[in-house]
């Protein structure tokens, strides 16, 4: 099983820009399909962004379109989420997800992912 361990969440301001890291261990990085979700409070875990196995394809939320960008590098067994035009609404703790995976797919529902990292907060001030 791979542990995941995010970081670089933090207080910014709204229209501001955010790079969240998630660094993996434990397991064979590039056989997992990978995602970001995140929550606010008193709502339901949602999905952010993911990444196909190899990096070669991704999916967004339509709220999150054009705005951020998930990447991941396999060699340094790492995954990132760059934020721009940050909103209060994106004001969340983000989560990173595995999914170990035969397939180069992608995959957005929080039943699809069997590793969570902590979680890291984020929280954008109008």
Known sequence: QVQLVESGGTLVQAGGSLRLSCAASGGTFSSYALGWFRQAPGKEREFVAAITRGGGSTNYADSVKGRFTIS??????TLDLQMNSLKPEDTAVYYCAAR???YSRVYVFTTDYNNWG?????????
């Open 72 to 77: 991941r590098d396999n060699a340094k067994n």
């Open 100 to 102: 170990n995976t035969p």
């Open 118 to 126: 902590q979680g890291t907060q984020v929280t954008v001030s109008s």
